[in-house]
């Protein structure tokens, strides 16, 4: 029996997101906080983690997911 995804009310009237830049009438400056965007750039903790990871960044990940399956069946104890 397979039960159909219902979103909560209100859910699907909210605007989808529209890329790009906003304007505001009688602001000179606007900024667009959505979708993680920040006008003060990427914090510390971020470039941090970047400056970690950026040289695997170009490694595709083992195909099988096998470490993701395990450590998931290990964590429900399947």
């Known amino acids: 029996m397979t039960m159909a995804l219902v ?4 859910v ?3 605007d989808i ?6 304007k505001a009438e009688g602001a ?4 667009k906080l ?8 990427p914090g510390a903790g971020a470039l941090a983690a970047y400056d ?3 040289a695997a960044l170009g490694v595709y990940p083992e195909g099988t997911a096998q470490i993701l399956r395990d450590a998931v069946a290990s964590h429900f104890g399947l």
Do not use: D, L, M
């Open 7 to 10: 979103p909560k009310p209100g």
């Open 12 to 14: 699907s009237g909210i």
């Open 17 to 22: 997101y529209v890329p790009g830049r906003s």
């Open 28 to 31: 000179a400056r606007v900024f």
């Open 34 to 41: 959505s979708s993680n965007e920040s006008p003060f750039g």
């Open 52 to 54: 970690q990871a950026k």
